[in-house]
T-cell receptor
Framework: DTEVTQTPKHLVMGMTNKKSLKCEQH?????MYWYKQKAKKPPELMFV???????INESVPSRFSPECPNSSLLNLHLHALQPEDSALYLC??????????????FGNGTRLTVT | AQSVAQPEDQVNVAEGNPLTVKCTYS??????LFWYVQYPNRGLQFLLK??????LVKGSYGFEAEFNKSQTSFHLKKPSALVSDSALYFC??????????????FGKGTKLSVIP
């Protein structure tokens, strides 16, 4: 079992829907991440939050909107997605006070299908 | 740019035999290298990391990795493969992208199949 919890596990949404992905960790980590992973491909970084502030946005389209309400929670708000956005969305956290040596801890992901 | 490469898309090994999954890196300065495993429909699980010190790093589930600076390699190894080791393996490098901000960049992944 992972210490990073993602909900829902599966999500099917139409292109006009608005939905949110949720991520929660209680390890006291101060850095949280969103990655997108297509089948049989490596995860691709989308966003990084450090101390609840957005520090990296990897040129992600505005139809993806991240939010970090507090140090334990990370949301990804979805609106007007395209079928090519269908993927596994992974949340991760790390104790980046440890710097480059701290591993990322991943959740099991949300499998998103856009119809 | 900092990167890692995994030259093999797939590795097949018989159960009980030693396994090696290859990774090479291209990093300026000291490399911070990681191995992760991903089982079907699951997230990534951390196996081990190299920061500094001993070139042989031991990790979870009996895996180890050998850091070789002259060959810029960080190969994952296990003395005796299990069928349950069959999964997708990712090598990764962690880099600083700003004050207090870091990111993990992955290789393309290697699918390991352990044959009974």
């Amino acid at each position: 079992d992972t210490e990073v919890t993602q909900t829902p596990k599966h999500l099917v949404m139409g292109m006009t829907n608005k939905k949110s992905l949720k991520c929660e960790q209680h390890m006291g980590h101060r850095a949280m991440y969103w990655y997108k992973q297509k089948a049989k491909k490596p995860p691709e970084l989308m966003f990084v939050y450090s101390y609840e502030k957005l520090s990296i946005n990897e040129s992600v389209p505005s139809r993806f909107s991240p939010e970090c309400p507090n140090s334990s929670l990370l949301n990804l708000h979805l609106h007007a997605l395209q079928p090519e956005d269908s993927a596994l969305y992974l949340c991760a956290s790390s104790q980046d006070l440890g710097g480059l040596g701290s591993p990322l801890h991943f959740g099991n992901g949300t499998r998103l299908t856009v119809t | 740019a900092q990167s890692v490469a995994q030259p093999e898309d797939q590795v097949n090994v018989a159960e009980g035999n030693p396994l090696t999954v290859k990774c090479t890196y291209s990093v300026s300065g000291n490399p911070y290298l990681f191995w992760y495993v991903q089982y079907p429909n699951r997230g990534l699980q951390f196996l081990l990391k190299y920061i500094t010190g001993d070139n042989l790093v031991k990790g979870s589930y009996g895996f180890e990795a050998e850091f070789n600076k002259s060959q810029t390699s960080f190969h994952l190894k296990k003395p005796s493969a299990l069928v349950s080791d069959s999964a997708l393996y990712f090598c990764a490098v962690k880099t600083a992208v700003g004050a207090g901000s870091y990111q993990l960049t992955f290789g393309k992944g290697t699918k390991l199949s352990v044959i009974p």
